[in-house]
């Protein structure tokens, strides 16, 4: 039985890349068949992946790029890989849409909340990319736009940790782990599960957040099912 109706899957696109650069075919089948598995169960689903694996905004501006010309870049990062996302759905035989969020059909089709839940009402998987369409917004607050737009259940940001520490667990071996924790611990403590845009957006909105390990081949499922593998943050 699945947890949750309708959820809104963050991605990583560092992620995406397998400790490289660009896209590894393996990483991006593995999340391709993840997916197919919650959406046999019935979720509906909408995805937001990060376009970090081939340029970050950010980082742009950091190097001379013009700041809005650099976010712009990052999120044409975001809709390549939503294309191969997409691709790789259609290989495993799932029905899926990209949706951007700044016209550029043929490529996508144009985001509106209504076409999108009408997608996803039909059983096709919405891959949301182009970020909010705007700079200075990261895909973290893209993804908590969307997932109170589409009036989700839950977002569930996979990335290669699994769950929300005292600290980050990759540079401090000390760091201990929550199973849950709320909105206000997590500004509080100044801990990076997402940025404070998006934070803030799912408090205003209720929307709780499951942070787990998406790069575990079924730990999705295993989130669906209702397997207590990673922190849930919430009001």
Known sequence: ??????????????????????????RLTEYAQQI????????????????????????????????????????????????????????????????TAIRMEPVGEFY????????MKAGKVCIFSAGTGSPYFTTDTGSSLRGVEIEADVMLKGT???????????????????????????LARNLKVMDLSAICMCQDNNLPIYVFNMDIVGNLRRVIEGEEIGTLVHA
């Open 36 to 99: 197919k598995e919650i959406h046999d169960l019935g979720v509906e689903i909408g995805i937001v992946i990060g376009g970090g694996n081939i340029f970050r905004g950010l980082s742009g501006a950091k190097k001379g790029f013009d700041r809005v010309k650099g976010d712009q870049m990052g999120m044409i990062a975001t809709v390549i890989n939503s294309l191969a996302l997409s691709s790789a759905l259609d290989a495993a035989g799932v029905p899926n849409q990209v949706l």
């Open 160 to 186: 290669r940790v699994d769950g929300v520490y005292t600290a980050d667990p990759e540079k401090d071996p000390t760091a201990t782990k929550f199973t849950d924790i709320t909105y206000a611990e997590v």
């Open 1 to 26: 039985m699945a947890r949750f109706k309708r959820i809104l899957l963050k991605l990583s696109g560092e992620s995406l890349a397998a400790g490289g650069s660009g896209i590894d075919m393996q």
């Open 112 to 119: 509106t909340k209504w076409r999108a839940i009408d997608a």
